[in-house]
């Protein structure tokens, strides 16, 4: 199972808005709408930021939103902040039963 | 809360039993899994164990080399990872899964626990 494509890196000056993409295939994140993303601030573990492609966890803050459109899914950050700095993955399960990861995006809040 | 253990340094070839202790969810509901990260890596998956322990997944790059197990009754995730090799070497998660089965995302994870495969 090939990994997903997620840009390696974006950056965004604070208040404005960035979109993280994420392409796969019909065979995971075209086929379901379990597409996850994944916040990671450097030496801590990951945190759950979108899940089943738009719905937010309690806490997480409005800011972030999730979407798909064929077998790509996107993260938008609007309103950037300083705290907003970190590694962003993606994921999905697959036809398989597995789970596939992005390579992941580091986030540079100018 | 998951909090990890069971990891070290292992030469080429040699084993280790990780395990992951749960506490703060009704354990049984729901799948559990194993995630690891390279040094300086992304993430990847490696096992899911739905909540009643009955069905099983493993990435291909860790397929009769790694068995995940639970027991309910103590709460707690295991990881047998044996014939390991130096690509092995990792920080491994354990994370909860938001159902009993679907592998479909990780909406708690431990701190980790590093292993380290080196001669």
């Known amino acids: 199972q090939s990994a997903l494509t997620q840009p390696a890196s974006v950056s965004g000056s604070p208040g404005q808005s960035i979109t993280i993409s994420c392409a796969g295939t019909?065979?995971?994140?075209?086929?379901?709408?379990?597409v996850s993303w994944y916040q990671q601030h450097p030496g801590k573990a990951p945190k759950l930021m979108i899940y089943?492609?738009?719905n937010r966890p309690s806490g997480v803050s409005n800011r972030f939103s999730g979407s798909k459109s064929g077998n790509t899914a996107s993260l938008t950050i609007s309103g950037l902040q300083a705290e907003d700095e970190a590694d962003y993955y993606c994921?999905?399960?697959?036809?398989?039963?597995?789970?596939?990861f992005g390579g992941g995006t580091k986030l540079t809040v100018l | 809360q998951l909090l990890e253990s069971g990891g070290g340094l292992v030469l080429p070839g040699g084993s280790l039993r990780l395990s992951c202790a749960a506490s703060?969810?009704?354990?049984?509901?729901?799948?559990m899994s194993w995630v690891r990260q390279a040094p300086g890596k992304g993430l990847e998956w490696v096992s899911t164990i739905s909540g009643s322990g009955s069905t099983l997944y493993y990435a291909d790059s860790v397929k009769g080399r790694f068995t995940i197990s639970r027991d309910n009754s103590k709460n707690s995730l295991h990881l047998q990872v044996n014939s390991l090799r130096a690509e092995d070497t990792a920080v491994y998660y354990c994370?909860?899964?938001?159902?009993?089965?679907?592998?479909?995302?990780?909406?708690?994870w431990g701190q980790g626990t590093l292993v380290t495969v080196s001669s």
């Open positions: 089943d492609v738009s």
């Open positions: 703060g969810f009704t354990f049984n509901n729901y799948a």
């Open positions: 994370a909860k899964v938001p159902g009993a089965v679907t592998p479909r995302g990780f909406d708690y």
């Open positions: 994921s999905s399960y697959t036809s398989s039963g597995t789970v596939v």
């Open positions: 019909s065979s995971d994140v075209g086929g379901f709408n379990y």
